[in-house]
């Protein structure tokens, strides 16, 4: 958690309150985190931890929303629920 604490200080300092990590455009940084976030809520599911939570990463939680919706983004990633229900099925879990 210590990790995302670091990652949440750097987003506030190159966001500039814009949205994403170089500012108002999605950049590479954005794209390598972002490709993180379907992994993340599987094993927030699976474990029952909250890794991003609004009181210790209010910022990466706002990113994550606002990435997830970008129009370069929403046609190919899968929704949290759509990860989680592929995870369950590719690992068997009821």
């Known amino acids: 958690m210590e990790n995302l604490a670091t990652l949440e200080e750097g987003f506030q300092k190159t966001s500039k309150g814009l949205g994403f990590f170089g500012g108002e455009n999605i950049g590479f940084l954005d794209l390598a985190c972002g490709t993180l976030l379907g992994p993340v ?41 759509e990860f989680i229900a592929f995870a369950n099925k590719k690992f068997n879990v009821e």
């Open 41 to 81: 809520s599987v094993i927030e599911a699976f474990s029952g931890v909250k890794f991003l939570r609004q009181e210790t990463t209010p910022g990466l939680i706002q990113w994550a929303e606002k990435f997830r919706a970008h129009e370069a983004v929403k046609p190919y990633m899968p929704t949290p629920e």
